[in-house]
């Protein structure tokens, strides 16, 4: 599937449950595809991904889908915010931001639960640790919207002056 970081694609299983997530993997590695599929009720694919009962099954993939895009030819600081589920295209975006090298700093907002030592957790300290133009702060998802951008102000000196990628629901 050739895809743009911050897209999405649709996934079918064989019994036609269909539903659309974002593609969580960098356009960087396109023969690999990541997909960040949280429990819901009310999505008959994730129930079946989580209880494994689509395991051996062919996955219909379906895309790419979206215009939230990577502006790639941009120097400026990139701004990146994932609140909860918002993560996945996120996610996308930060990896192939650090592949093609060209923002002068990457600020990484996730605005969720703490899951101290979950691999998504681990991933984020690792890049905050390895790359010195990446910063990266978990914010607590019981935190206002104001209280978000406030901490985001603090951090940022010109947030203007920034690419803005904001991706998730708080519900």
């Not at 600081?77 to 918002?86: E, K, L």
């Not at 206002?144 to 803005?164: F, G």
Request: aromatic fraction near 8%; include cysteine.
């Amino acid at each position: 599937l050739r895809f743009m970081a911050g897209q999405r694609a649709r996934l079918t299983d064989e019994d036609g449950h269909s539903t659309e997530y974002p593609i969580a993997s960098c356009p960087c590695d396109g023969r690999n595809l990541e997909f960040l599929i949280l429990r819901r009720p009310d999505d008959a694919f994730a129930v079946g991904a989580m209880e494994r009962k689509i395991k051996n099954q062919v996955i219909l993939v379906e895309g790419p889908i979206g215009e939230f895009l990577l502006r790639e030819e941009t120097t400026e600081p990139a701004v990146f915010i994932a609140f909860g589920p918002g993560f996945a295209p996120i996610k996308s975006l930060v990896e192939q931001s650090i592949s093609i090298d060209r923002a002068e700093h990457l600020h990484l907002y996730r605005v969720d639960r703490p899951l101290s030592g979950s691999r998504l957790d681990n991933l984020c300290r690792a890049w905050n640790d390895s790359l010195d133009n990446l910063s990266f702060t978990l914010i607590e998802q019981d935190q206002s919207a104001t209280a978000v951008l406030s901490r985001i102000r603090k951090d940022v000196e010109d947030l203007e002056a920034c690419a803005l990628y904001v991706a998730g629901r708080t519900d």
